[in-house]
């Protein structure tokens, strides 16, 4: 059961780095389709999904592993953090010219891109584990 809990949780957060990469495209500057940001969104729904619910569930499963630790805690707000930020970046992506500004949209999609960093550092190291 742990390795299929862990595969998921792994696969769900590729998902996560692929909205990264994606939206990286319109943060600097070049020229993207709706259908582009829409699979950035559907990977992101998706992995955002998976993320919590399997992570959730192997801290739950791991003997070793509380939900209250402090770097389960410190992941799942990173993670809604990186979700609202996205949010606000996508939004402006999807804007037509005016507010928010492509800038703007691009700044939000770099600030999700250092949380989304944190997290895994998070992960990896589990610090306090």
Known sequence: ????LLFLHVTSAFLLAITVVVLSAPAL??????????????AWAAGGLGTLVFGIWLAIYIRNYEVWDGWVIAA????????????????GFNAAEGE??????????????????????????????
Do not use: N
């Open 29 to 42: 500057g070049w020229a993207t389709d709706k259908r582009l940001l829409s699979v950035a969104s559907l």
């Open 76 to 91: 799942i707000v990173l993670w809604a953090g990186a979700t609202e930020l996205g949010r606000r970046a996508e939004t």
């Open 100 to 129: 928010p500004t492509r800038a703007q949209a691009a700044m939000w999609h770099w600030l999700r891109t250092a949380v989304v960093l944190l997290l895994l550092i998070d992960m990896i190291f589990k610090p306090g584990a």
């Open 1 to 4: 059961m742990y390795d299929w």
